[in-house]
């Protein structure tokens, strides 16, 4: 009979996993490592996690998990304009606080995962993302765009200012983002928005 995962054990495992991924590195890190900082036998992490892969990759989601939370109150804004601005700093913010984890969704995207193996929490946010485009779509208070592609874009637009920030070591943005609003501002917001 098949044991029950704790899901106090996978957060324990999770947390060794960032800590461990933030100090070696990914390529580095080892499970052995992991389970030992997580308190269990290596055995007993592969229980949860398959791979070293699979691990950060669960990581991953939830960085992203948390990102949709912070932003769905954001979607239901009235103001369109006040929405795409909001959700855009809120998503720059808060990815820069989380740049360790935004790391494994470059490496995400290094693995070269099918489209079937997409991280669930990135698929959720886009579909999310896409469903509040397109009812402002239909209010006709942004231009009408594929919503799924339109959501995919905006999230990779935010994604490679925090990449870049990586790169470069920064932890302020600000030369980006008036460019960043005024370019998504433009391309989504009809000149005088109903609302």
């Known amino acids: 009979m098949a044991r029950t995962a704790d899901p106090h054990r996978r957060e324990a495992i999770l947390r060794a996993a960032r800590e461990i991924f933030m100090e070696q590195g990914y390529t580095k890190a080892r499970m052995l490592d992991i389970a030992a900082r997580a308190e269990m036998a290596t055995g007993t992490l592969y229980l949860y996690f398959d791979s070293k892969q699979t691990l950060a990759m669960?990581?991953?989601?939830?960085?992203?998990?948390g990102l949709t939370e912070v932003i769905m109150p954001i979607l239901a804004l009235e103001s369109t304009p006040t929405m795409i601005r909001e959700c855009v700093q809120t998503a720059i913010r808060f990815s820069l606080q989380h740049t360790d984890l935004f790391r494994l969704l470059g490496l995400e995207?290094?693995?070269?995962?099918?489209?079937?193996?997409?991280?669930?929490?990135?698929?959720?946010?886009?579909?999310?993302?896409?469903?509040?485009?397109?009812?402002?779509?239909?209010?006709?208070?942004?231009?009408?765009?594929?919503?799924?592609?339109?959501?995919?874009?905006?999230?990779?637009?935010?994604?490679?200012?925090?990449?870049?920030?990586?790169?470069?070591?920064?932890?302020?943005?600000?030369?980006?983002?008036?460019?960043?609003?005024?370019?998504?501002?433009?391309?989504?917001?009809?000149?005088n928005p109903t609302h």
């Not at 929490?121 to 765009?145: D, F, G, K, V, W």
């Open 109 to 191: 995207a290094g693995l070269n995962l099918e489209a079937e193996q997409q991280l669930p929490a990135r698929l959720r946010l886009h579909a999310l993302l896409a469903t509040a485009l397109e009812q402002r779509m239909q209010q006709n208070t942004i231009y009408s765009y594929q919503p799924l592609a339109l959501a995919e874009i905006l999230a990779g637009l935010i994604e490679w200012v925090v990449t870049m920030a990586m790169i470069r070591g920064e932890s302020d943005v600000s030369h980006y983002e008036p460019t960043l609003l005024q370019f998504i501002e433009q391309a989504l917001l009809p000149p």
């Open 58 to 65: 669960a990581l991953a989601d939830s960085v992203l998990e």
